[in-house]
């Protein structure tokens, strides 16, 4: 009997582990962006060494990368010339490498986590990496995928392999069905704070139960995205009929007699009846809550009808709440924000900007916030302006951008001002990820959007049930 | 790389949990295309004040500090980002292990690779070594000892084929590279062409 993850890791030892020897793991995508690739690159050329399979990589170009359509498509240069010459770095590594790359004016261009799964490349009992945490993203397929280091990109390039010890499981048991006004991002961030930001570390998680059945993929991908900020490198989701209806039809997905045949194959995937995990958690889905954090990890999070907690001789706590601004003991809504941020690997794909406009229409942001919308891909942005949705943020007072990771991680010019506080659909609220003394607040699309609205954190189903 | 058997130095502490790769070094500085001259931004956030001074109580600015070799810090040390630039930033500013209760997996495998030790200790050890910045620590990679003032010793562990490498001076790449029968057959077993 065997796990999901278990029956992906044994189809591709390519030398199982030893004692003295890490399995040497085969790797079917390698997804690659400017930022984490430079230094392996150079690595390759200084020991002479080329990629090995060009056709299973794909580069594109999302964190330092500008988001106002003028520095995309031209007419305006790149105002920080740093991103400038890594985005052209790339371009140059790839070009020598005969690596395909999305570049910046591709209209099949986006977030690395966002692309692979749009284009069919992410499938289920795949081995993927990425030399970025949020990898865990396209466990939502089935597949086995996590976050490497710059070094393990250079091994992954010159050998399509790597070296890696088998970690332990972990099921997160999720039951009965998630209420009306919570979404994927309040289950997962529920999780989080069960279990802890390190509750996951030498794990992959496999989320399973009837809450986690009754998700779309891009919902599946928001939980399997924030795997990681529970420590786990990887997080995977069983295939089903939603995932086969998600991939058939797309672009370098299988297709007619070798789309029988990979889902013939895929079924076999799903972990055996009775086989054990090494570790198990039981939530359930329908006592979930819209949740939202209040400190400086994702771990530090609550109901938002709920009160901070309270924790007693703890100087970490105490110092995280110093730099929020915020006190033990007090509710968090009607906290009043500066700037919502709609967008991310997390919640930036179309159903997620769907939830945020549908709160959104017919409103008015609230005077002296700003509200950013960044499409998570361009073929999102596309789909996003075919219904209106663009006009929706832009009626309401909000920006319209092209796509990228922007003020999820603030290196394009993206930024929260210091002492600002953001409500983010985002992944990480570590002290000045939004920007240097920026106060991030971890929420859904349906919480941001109201939050816009009445220029203070609100739940969501206050406006849609008023 | 260098082989390493022995570090020898003294403690800075950062008596925080949870210290993510963001605060080691944060985001605005990985827009380079290089390794080298990270440690100039190592905890900048910390470190500098928004005119750019070192603040003064930051433990990495006290005169003390100067010179250590090793980091204490709280439970689950470098969780967060993959960022491979969090071991180039400390190895850059001089330091050369770090001691935690946990170390989070991409950075522990992050740190081995660049010959940044991640030593994992007891809680008891641990809180010994928050309690005191600035003290000699001897890390012997041969025994898988840290040794430490008053007599006090503990064993960690460290992945055996990594702890060969760092051991050796021997490149993880270099073993990937001679595995290439074994990987030419596997992509043969699964319809790939030749590489």
């Not at chain 1, 832009?394 to 920006?399: K, M, P, Q, T, V």
Request: hydrophobic share 40%; charged share 20%; proline share 6%.
């Amino acid at each position: 009997m065997k796990t999901l993850f278990q029956k992906i890791w044994e189809r591709h030892e390519v030398v199982p582990e030893t004692v003295d020897t890490p399995a040497v793991l085969y790797i079917d995508l390698h997804l690659v962006h400017e930022v984490t690739s430079p230094q392996a690159f150079t690595m390759l050329r200084e020991q002479n060494l080329k990629v090995r399979r060009p056709e299973l990589t794909l580069a594109t170009m999302d964190h330092s990368t500008p988001t106002r359509t003028e520095q995309v498509f031209g007419g305006a240069p790149i105002t920080i010339d740093s991103a400038a010459r890594q985005i052209a770095e790339l371009e140059r590594n790839c070009t020598a490498t005969g690596v395909e790359l999305l570049n910046l004016r591709s209209d099949l261009r986006g977030i690395v986590h966002i692309v692979g799964p749009e284009l069919g490349l992410t499938q289920p009992g795949k081995t993927a990496v990425c030399g970025d945490s949020h990898t865990s993203t396209h466990g939502a397929f089935g597949a086995l995928a996590f976050g490497i280091g710059t070094t393990e990109v250079a091994h992954v390039l010159a050998t399509q392999c790597l070296l890696q010890r088998k970690p332990k499981t972990f099921a997160i048991n999720v039951g009965n069905s998630l209420p009306a006004g919570v979404s994927a991002k309040d289950l997962i961030l529920a999780i989080i704070g069960r279990i802890g930001v390190n509750g996951g570390t030498g794990h992959v998680l496999e989320y399973r139960g009837a809450a986690i059945r009754a998700l779309d993929m891009d919902q599946r991908m928001t939980v399997c995205n924030m795997s990681i900020e529970a420590g786990a490198r990887a997080g995977l989701i069983a295939p089903d009929e939603v995932t086969y209806t998600f991939l058939r039809g797309r672009a370098r997905a299988p297709q007619g007699a070798a789309w029988e045949r990979a889902v013939a194959d895929w079924r076999t995937l799903p972990g055996d009846a009775g086989a054990g995990f090494d570790c198990e958690v039981t939530l359930d889905g329908a006592a979930i809550e819209p949740m939202i954090t209040y400190g400086t990890h994702p771990g530090m999070v609550m109901p938002i009808s709920g009160a901070i907690p309270t924790l007693r001789d703890d100087p970490v706590f105490d110092k995280a709440l110093k730099y929020m601004g915020l006190h033990a003991g007090a509710p968090i809504r009607e906290q009043p924000i500066n700037v919502v941020f709609i967008g991310s690997c997390t919640n930036g794909r179309l159903s997620d900007l769907r939830s945020a406009a549908m709160l959104l229409r017919g409103r008015k942001v609230a005077p002296g916030v700003q509200l950013l919308v960044v499409p998570g891909s361009q073929q999102v942005k596309k789909a996003a302006e075919a219904e209106g949705l663009d006009r929706i943020f832009i009626d309401a007072g909000g920006e319209w951008r092209e796509s990228g990771c922007s003020m999820c991680i603030g290196m394009n010019g993206d930024n929260v001002g210091a002492g600002q506080y953001s409500v983010s659909t985002s992944n990480r609220n570590f002290e000045g990820r939004q920007g240097q003394g920026s106060r991030t607040l971890l929420a859904s699309p349906a919480t941001a959007a109201a939050s816009a609205v009445r220029g203070k954190v609100t739940d969501p189903r206050e406006l849609l049930n008023g | 790389m260098e082989p390493i058997k022995i570090i020898e130095g003294r403690t800075a502490v950062l008596p925080y949990t949870n210290i993510d790769t963001d605060q080691i070094i944060p985001a605005r500085f990985l827009r380079t295309t290089v390794r080298a001259g990270l440690g100039q931004q190592l905890f900048s956030d910390w470190r500098y004040d928004a005119a750019g001074q070192p603040k003064a109580e930051f433990p990495l600015n006290q005169p003390a500090a100067a010179g250590c070799q090793v980091l204490v810090a709280g439970r689950n040390f470098g969780c967060g980002s993959s960022r491979e630039h969090a071991p180039w930033a400390l190895l850059d500013y001089g330091f050369r292990a770090v001691i935690s209760t946990e170390i989070a997996d991409i950075f522990r495998s992050n740190s081995l690779k660049n010959g940044l030790l991640p030593i994992v200790v007891d809680e008891a050890n641990a809180q010994w070594l928050l309690d005191h910045p600035g003290a000699p620590v001897q890390i012997d990679l041969e025994r898988n000892l840290v040794t430490m003032p008053e007599g006090r010793t503990t064993s960690f562990q460290i992945e055996r084929f990594a702890r060969y490498c760092l051991l050796n001076g021997v490149d993880q790449l270099g073993h990937l590279l001679q595995q290439s029968p074994a990987i030419a057959r596997y992509e043969a077993a699964h319809g790939l062409r030749p590489a």
